[in-house]
Structures are given as C-alpha cells and as structure tokens.
C-alpha cells in the first residue's frame, strides 16, 4: 500500500471486479464449447483450459500469492454479483460452520477427475461447470457473503491450507489500531466497502486460511490499516492456531489425495476400472490416516504430551509436500500437451518433476523443524516427521521410476 499504483487499483471499484467479468466470460465460452465444441479432448478448448492450464495456473498463483484465484473466481463472482440485487440474508446453520462439507466436496471433486475422468471428456466437464455454477448461485441467492466458497465449494479446503505456506500475507498494521476502532468497516462493511465475503475480521487474523485478497477491507479501512505483501514461506503452518481436529483431518485427507494417491493408482487390483480406482482412493486416505496417527502416538509417548497436540501441529508439515507434488505434476502434464514447441524430452520432464517434488520435500522437512522447535520437542521426534515425509515422497516418486 505504500506504492500509489498498487493503492490506486485495490482500492478501485474496478478491483476484483474487472477480473470476475472476465472469468464470468469465459466460464461462459468454456461451458459453449464443452458441449458444443470438439468431444476429442486432445483438441477440446474447455477440457485443456480448465484441466491443464488453469489448474497449472492455480496451484502457481496459491504458492506465490496464496488465495489470489478466489478473489476473482467467476464461481465466487456469481454470489458477489447477484447480491447486488437480491440480499441474500440468511445465516448458514451453525452445526454446518465447519470443513466437514467442504471435505467431502473435494474427495468426490477428485473422484469425478482422476476416477470418473471427466477431464477426458469434454460433455461432462460442462455439466460439472454448470452444477457448480448453479450450486454458487443459488446459495449466493438465499444465503450471506460467500456462505458457498466459505462452507461448500470443493477447493476451499485444498486452496486455503495451501495458501498457508504461500510467499504472500494480507495482515492489519496494528492491532491494537483494529481493536481501539469500534466500527469494524473491515467486517460490516462501510460507504467504500463490502462486508467481509468470508467472515473474516482482519484485526485478528493471523493466517491465509480464508482471506481471499478481495481487498475490501483495504478501501473501506479508514485507518489504512491493512497491509499486504510478501512474507516468508510456510509461516502459517508453523506459528498456526488451527489446531485442531476437524483441520487437521481436512489437511490429511488433502495430503493423501495429493501425495500418496499417486503411488495406489500404480496398482492394478482385479476389479472394474471405476470400482478399483474408487477403492484406491479411499485406501490413499486411509493409509495416511494409519500412518501418521502410528507417528503422532509415538511422538506423543516420547514426548509425554497429548496426541491431540502432536497430531494437530506436525500434520501440517504435509502440505508444502502435497503442493510442490501437485505443481511436479500439473507442470509435466502440461510439457507434455506442448511436446511438439517445445525441446523437454519425456525424461527431462520427469527430472523437473522430481527435482519440484524434492523441493517439496525440503520444505516440509523444513516446517516440521520449525514445528518441533515451538513445540520444543526432541531430536527423535522430528527424526520420525522427517522419516514419515521421507517415505511419503518415496511413495510419491516411485512411479516415475519404476
């Protein structure tokens, strides 16, 4: 906020909203061309926009700059836009305030991709666009904010955790500015600003978890006490107060459908297409599950601490892993769809592949340092995080080689 250029355009009424017009658009031309376009999907526009680039896109933008997507999500633009004009009002039920819905949404999320393979075929990728958009719109019709990205979309779960070990913060200045400040523009909403759309008061908050970069608690804050940029990375995940059991079991199930899934799909079990990928996946959050309870238990008896504690601070050394592996991936992927521009031999792709993954991995032997040095742990407990990280990327690259 101290560069006028970059206070200029969030504090515009342009800002996110000239970016939601466009994802509007082409979510449209997306959904046109996915029933009405090329049903190959080699050569199907929707198929190869949303499942390569954008999803290559997303996990790039979530590294750097955290929830940057959210902001300017056509999905949550949608709500943003129809609220314009009808008030949605109602309260969504307290005993839904949790993850548990979101956790669900993206485990079928990812059936319907790598178990269904809709990404494949180009009619069905249009029908799961209009379901979400017409789930986003009607819960943006009848409920506040946005009740759907906060409570219900698919992805929150996966860009929110991730968003934690992100480059990237939105933070007040001072706290004690926020709490002295009795009108809390930065929630309510004022004359230059809406409401919080995730319910998220600024003075407070201290990781990227839910805070999109909507920047309107920046133009209706009229202390100018939002600041926002660059940080270091994965500070969320180890000076945290998520700790807790509904957020740690979302962080694993995203860590087991982004890690380990990789190294069960390789099987073959003597069951039909669907039903053996079906099984594999619950078996992938199983496992994780098994093993990094058997961990934390362990840590927990070493430590003569609760296991609650150890299972809920070390489980999220897990997520730089299971996004660096979902960029490794997403970017082979993408080499590959641009083999005939391009000089990177299939093995020189799956060396880029493996050096991100090995990032990945540094950076969350890297996390679960810090963790066990707040925690104030011994050697022998980060000895078993980092063998546990250890065998998960094993895991994970095994089959690239084998």
């Known amino acids: 906020m101290k560069y006028d250029v970059v206070k200029r355009i969030v504090k515009s009424n342009y800002y996110p909203l ?21 049903q190959n999907p080699a050569f199907n526009i929707a198929t190869n926009i949303l499942w390569v680039w954008w999803w290559l896109f997303l996990l790039f933008t979530i590294l750097v700059f955290g929830r940057f ?26 005993y839904l305030k949790n993850m548990w819905i979101v956790n669900i949404f993206f485990i079928i999320f990812i059936w319907v991709d790598d178990v269904l393979g809709i990404a494949n075929n180009p009619f069905q990728t249009g029908v799961f666009l209009i379901v979400i958009g017409v789930g986003a719109l009607a819960v943006g019709l009848f409920f506040e904010r946005r009740t759907f990205c906060r409570y219900i979309c698919p992805l929150n779960g996966f860009i929110g955790f991730n968003s934690m070990s992100s480059f990237f913060e939105l933070r007040s200045h001072s706290k004690e500015t926020c709490i002295n400040h009795k009108e809390k523009e930065c929630f309510n909403g004022g004359l230059n ?68 899934i990789l190294f069960f799909f390789h099987m073959q079990l003597p069951l039909p297409h669907i039903e053996s990928l079906s099984l594999l996946l619950i078996i992938s959050i199983a496992f994780l599950f098994t093993i990094f309870s058997i961990t934390a238990f362990v840590i927990s008896k070493i430590e003569k601490a609760s296991f609650n504690n150890a299972f809920t601070s070390y489980v999220f050394s897990l997520i730089p892993l299971g996004l660096l592996t979902q960029i490794g ?40 340092y810090k963790i066990h040095e707040s925690e104030k742990h011994s050697f022998k407990s980060l000895a078993l995080i980092c063998l546990l990280l250890f065998i998960i990327t094993i895991m994970v690259l095994y089959p690239l080689t084998a």
């Not at 609220?83 to 039920?93: A, L, M, V």
């Not at 660059?230 to 969320?236: L, V, W």
Request: aromatic content about 14%; charged content about 15%.
């Open 193 to 260: 600003n809406r409401p919080c759309s995730m319910f998220e008061y600024v003075g407070g908050m201290k990781d990227n978890l839910f805070c999109i970069q909507c920047m309107e608690c920046a133009k209706g804050c009229p202390k100018n006490n939002v600041r926002f940029g660059f940080r270091s990375f994965a500070s969320d995940l180890y000076s945290n107060n998520r700790k807790n059991m509904e957020f740690a079991s979302s962080v694993l199930i995203i860590a087991a459908l982004s890690t380990v």
């Open 329 to 368: 991936e997403a970017s082979t992927y993408a080499l590959s769809k641009i083999s005939f521009i391009t000089s990177v031999s299939h093995s020189q792709a799956a060396a880029i592949e493996i050096l991100i993954i090995f990032t990945g991995f540094t950076a969350s032997f890297f996390t679960a």
């Open 69 to 94: 997507w959210c902001s300017v999500c056509p999905f949550g633009a949608e709500g943003d836009i129809i609220q314009k004009f009808f008030k949605g009002q109602r309260k969504w039920p307290s």
């Open 18 to 38: 000239a970016f939601q017009v466009f994802g509007l658009i082409v979510f449209v031309v997306l959904i046109a061309d996915a029933f009405m376009g090329n």
